[in-house]
Structures are given as C-alpha cells and as structure tokens.
C-alpha cells in the first residue's frame, strides 16, 4: 500500500519508488493537495455514484476524457463470469498495491454476481481490435468488507478486493497514494469514472473527470438532515462532503467506489486519494452533494489488512 502525508513509513517509501515509474512527466491537473490560487475548471459532467450511471448534466455539453496515463490508478470492476465488455463492468475502484483493489463496501455485488474481475490500464470501457490500450485483466479471489459496514445504513461503505496474481506496473498501471491525514481535505478535488453518457443511453467509451468543490459539514447535515439510513448524520471523521457550487457538476448515479483525489503535492504525475464514491441523493445540486467514504480514518484497518498480506 502507499500512503502519504503522515502515518506509516514503509508506506511513505513505497510511494516514493511508485513516483519514480513516471516517465510521463505532464502535470496533469492543478488540483493538487495543497490549494493553488488559479484552479482549472472542467466542462460540466455529472460522475455517477450508488449503482447509476456517468452521465453528462441536462444543460452541459458533455464530460471531459481522460488523458492517456493521466490516472494509472484507475480500476474497472466487471461481475461476468468471464472478463467481458459491456454491461458486465459496474463499478470503480482504485490500485492501491500489486494485489489490492480499494473500493466502495456496495460494489461487492451487482444483479446477484460477485465482483470477479479487476481492469487496469485502460481509458476505454469497451476493448477491440482498434483500441490503443490493452487491457490488464485480473481475477478478483477475496472480498473484505469494513465490519462496521451495515447496509441499508450508509455507512463505513469501504471495501478491498485481492488479485489473484501481482499486478505488473508500467507507465499505464501504477498505484494512488492514500491520504493519512484526518485534518487535510483540500477544497478543491477530482472524480474519476465511466458509465452512461446519457440517462437511458450507451455506456461512456471512455473514463471520464470532473473537478469538484468540497463542502462544510454543517451544510452537507442540512442537506441529509432527518435520513433513515444516516442515523447519526453526515459523520466528519468518515465522511467527505463534495459537488459544484453552482449546481453544475456532481458524482451521480453508477460507478461508485473510484477514488476521489488530488493531484500528488510532491510527485508529479500522481494522486493522492481522500475519498471514495460512495452514495448521494440528487445528481448536480448544489443544495445536496455528493459523500465520499474518508480514506484517512480507514488507514489502520487498510494497512492492517494490505501489508499481513503482501
């Protein structure tokens, strides 16, 4: 596992050596872990969240691509019984070592199928003949769900999903860095994913960003206040608060469990992740975003688990 900003050395090191994988060495955002005074808005795209899908905000004019290698991190979640296109991919998660997966708790099954199967290092959802990038296909062999995770409530929706085999890293596969402080939430962060390009239409041929802005907790509180599934509320130290303040850009509908992320203070070319999509109750309003599972307050059960089995 890798981690930054404070916490476990061994992981501090590990994001080191992964950082020295870049070749590429574009700066890929100005979103970054400490807040810059010029910030690079994106085009408007609603990103999915909660088993719906990617889709573009009624009044935009569509998502933003991302560029190639831009998030080697990103990880495609396929339930068939073979590793196949289409329908059968759901959900996102991030690479995190060579054999663990971190993802949202509610990724774990899909239509009554088990999440089987991990894609990396790939932009486009659907794989041909024409596609530039091949995909890295591994077999998902273990699921750990958070123990305090307790569906229908909301939750500690975390979850981390074990290769079959060591992933091969290379400039298009590669791990995000983990935030390890509770206190730093920058102001301004990154969703990625795929999914519909539309409500009822095809499936995003291609992973897709959208910069969003973060939210105090007193007013995420206002927006779920009285929730039967949040019984205690909008939680600070286990959950983040995200959207658009002006009601144009969101995580919404589908992909949940990629990572929500900045880009890395030290290592250009990487992500340091805070959060994961986990759920929300409307898409692009700016009244109600969109929470994101606190990847700071999971670190010792990560670690715990991760580095007992590397």
Known sequence: MVVTDSGNKMGLIECYQFSKLVKNK?????????????????????????????????????????KPQEFPHMVLLGYGATPTNGEDWKCGGSLISKRWILTAAHCLESSGNMARWA???VLER???ETNVDRPNDYEIVEHIIHPDYNPPS?????????????????EKVRPICLNT??????????????????????LSDNLLKVDLDIYSMKHCNESYYNDPKLRFGILPDSMICAGSFDGTKDSCMGDSGGPLQCEHANYTGMYTQYGITSFGRFCADKDTPGIYTRVANYIPWIEKIVFSNN
Request: glycine letters at 8%; a positive charge.
């Open 26 to 66: 574009y700066k890929p955002s100005s979103v970054r872990g400490k807040p810059t005074q010029k910030e690079e808005f994106l085009p408007t795209i609603i990103l999915n969240r909660k088993r719906r899908a990617l889709i573009p905000h009624p009044y935009s004019v569509g998502g933003t691509p991302a």
């Open 119 to 121: 894609r990396l290092g």
């Open 126 to 128: 659907v794989v041909n």
């Open 154 to 170: 909301l939750y500690n929706d975390i979850a981390l999903f074990r290769l079959e085999r060591n992933v091969v890293f290379s």
């Open 181 to 202: 402080d509770p206190n730093l939430t920058p102001p301004k962060q990154i969703a990625t994913g795929w999914g519909r390009i539309s409500t009822a239409g095809p």
